[in-house]
DNA sequence: GCTTCCATGTAATAGGTTACATGATTTG
DNA sequence: CAAATCATGTAACCTATTACATGGAAGC
């Protein structure tokens, strides 16, 4: 079994009911935005197939000053469902990483891409941490802060590595350069704690 | 630019020549294992496509007691585009975690399934860290060492984070209801196989 | 006045997985 | 003797992204 956006919403309207729209900001923004996203375009088909095979229902809500709403709420069958599919054993994760990629390719790249490579990428983990810490709310399950903090440990990691590891890759390879102290040039071992 | 299967292909076979079958091999056990992979399904048809744009070329090597074997090298236009390649900005990382998923809905299990769960990430992760120091060698290049390191630092993280924070989703919730019956309605599940 | 937020949906397209099809050889 | 390894490829299928289509209201 996959992960797919429709497990993903009827797990999210588990938690509570919630619009099309709403799902989409809350997988962005909300507490397991460092591992789920979905567009708008497999949202949307996807809460109308739920709704054909009952799992869930849908009531439409006429709004002021804004458009309608259709607001999405689990029924019985769809938390059995749910329930049901939290017993089999969850898929491998997928990771792909088009930054890392680019890094395993430095010496092909010149020093100035390579920093700004890595700069950018600090600064978006740091922007992540920012909205895991937004979302750390008192009223999250116990589930959902280990999930949360497991999000935050590897982005506090993935920032020191980046900052510890980063003159491995910015350091000048083969130059023919005029004397430069400073070649500090730890072997990168794999196991170094500190 | 996505990272698509024909672009790790390409940066492959700019380190060393390969078959199809060795790229996949690659994929799943080199240094960069932690974050690519593909199937035979999409490194063929990448391959054969990469050849028609002139990127790499083909030489097939007829072998003694072993299927034939179609290595493909990168030619000077194919290093050329990877060049290009990596002087864009790289997409960001897609990341989908079944496990997380399922961990945030830790209340709709049974404790022993938590901790099962548990118990198979910390070694499904011991046995990724263990393809990494294998792969380890001296031969890789500053920025495949970089990457393979920061492989490591994520695993090391992460092992530590399930085990110092398990209890958190582990310790049984007050429950209202004692014995809950099941009801065997034959919903329609999500996705059941097997 | 421009941009962002609210709100839903479809169609074209891209990209990939899985299963199928084949078959010799080596290892346990 | 069964299983894994080596080796290539296709076809059916699935899923998701992007762009398109629409439009009012609120904030800057």
């Not at 949307?44 to 009952?54: D, N, Q, S």
């Not at 804004?66 to 997928?94: F, H, N």
């Not at 395993?104 to 020093?111: K, Q, R, T, W, Y």
């Given at each position: 079994?996959?992960?797919?956006?429709?497990?993903?919403?009827?797990?999210?309207?588990?938690?509570?009911?919630?619009?099309?729209?709403?799902?989409?900001?809350?997988?962005?923004?909300?507490?397991?935005?460092?591992?789920?996203?979905?567009?708008?375009?497999?949202?949307?088909?996807?809460?109308?197939?739920?709704?054909?095979?009952?799992?869930v229902?849908?009531?439409?809500?006429?709004?002021?000053?804004?458009?309608?709403?259709k607001?999405?709420?689990?029924?019985?069958?769809?938390q059995?469902?749910?329930?049901?599919?939290?017993?089999?054993?969850?898929?491998?994760?997928?990771?792909?990483?088009?930054?890392?990629?680019?890094?395993?390719?430095?010496?092909?790249?010149?020093?100035?891409?390579?920093?700004?490579?890595?700069?950018?990428?600090i600064?978006?983990?740091?922007?992540?941490q920012?909205?895991?810490?937004?979302?750390?709310?008192?009223?999250?399950?116990?589930?959902?802060?280990?999930?949360l903090?497991?999000?935050?440990?590897?982005?506090?990691a993935?920032?020191?590595y980046?900052?510890?590891?980063?003159?491995?890759?910015?350091?000048?390879?083969?130059?023919?350069?005029?004397?430069?102290k400073?070649?500090?040039?730890?072997?990168?071992?794999?196991?170094?704690?500190?």
């Amino acid at each position: 079994m996959t992960l797919d956006v429709r497990t993903m919403c009827l797990g999210a309207l588990s938690e509570a009911e919630a619009s099309g729209y709403e799902l989409q900001k809350n997988f962005k923004e909300g507490p397991l935005a460092h591992f789920l996203e979905a567009s708008y375009g497999s949202i949307y088909p996807a809460l109308t197939r739920l709704t054909e095979e009952g799992l869930v229902t849908c009531s439409e809500q006429t709004q002021e000053g804004r458009p309608d709403k259709k607001v999405y709420s689990i029924t019985p069958q769809g938390q059995d469902a749910l329930e049901v599919a939290l017993r089999a054993l969850p898929a491998e994760d997928r990771f792909r990483s088009e930054f890392l990629f680019f890094m395993s390719f430095s010496e092909l790249m010149d020093a100035g891409q390579v920093s700004r490579l890595i700069d950018d990428r600090i600064n978006t983990v740091l922007g992540k941490q920012a909205i895991l810490e937004e979302s750390n709310r008192e009223d999250l399950t116990p589930g959902q802060k280990f999930v949360l903090g497991y999000g935050h440990a590897m982005m506090k990691a993935s920032l020191k590595y980046l900052q510890d590891n980063r003159h491995l890759v910015e350091v000048p390879q083969m130059r023919p350069a005029p004397a430069q102290k400073n070649n500090g040039i730890t072997s990168p071992s794999l196991n170094q704690d500190q």
